[in-house]
């Protein structure tokens, strides 16, 4: 079932916000000083890309650092992200079967305003030490 979900998600949602996400990582990536928040990005898209049968997890050892990189995140590009996110979900949401994929869309939206200081999981094992 997760893999009939993540295919018609990426036709429908995941390729464009994967995208979006990827600009937002090559942008970030120009400059030396936001390379951290590139990263971020380019792991979000790969998220985006396939989304079930996955969760995010806060990192334990997660600092100061990243709650205010996650401040700059949130001004430059988080906000718009996360736009992103709602208008693809209110179409998703207006099927019987896009219902999941639109609630999906929700629960990425925390991740795209502060991507710093979280980890992508398999939803088999969201408590395994890395």
Avoid: Q
Avoid at 108 to 119: D, H, R, T, Y
């Amino acid at each position: 079932m997760r893999t009939l979900l993540n295919l018609i998600w990426l036709v429908f949602a995941g390729a464009w916000l994967a995208l979006g996400y990827a600009v937002a990582g090559v942008i970030c990536c120009v400059l030396v000083v936001t390379i951290p928040f590139g990263i971020a990005s380019f792991r979000i898209a790969a998220y985006v890309l396939w989304p079930f049968g996955r969760t995010v997890v806060e990192r334990r050892d997660a600092g100061v650092m990243s709650a205010l990189g996650n401040v700059v995140w949130l001004l430059v590009a988080g906000v718009w992200l996360a736009i992103g996110h709602v208008l693809t979900a209110v179409p998703l949401f207006l099927s019987v079967i896009g219902i999941p994929m639109g609630i999906a869309n929700l629960k990425l939206i925390p991740v795209s305003l502060m991507p710093l200081g979280k980890e992508i999981v398999s939803t088999d094992r969201p408590f395994a030490p890395r």
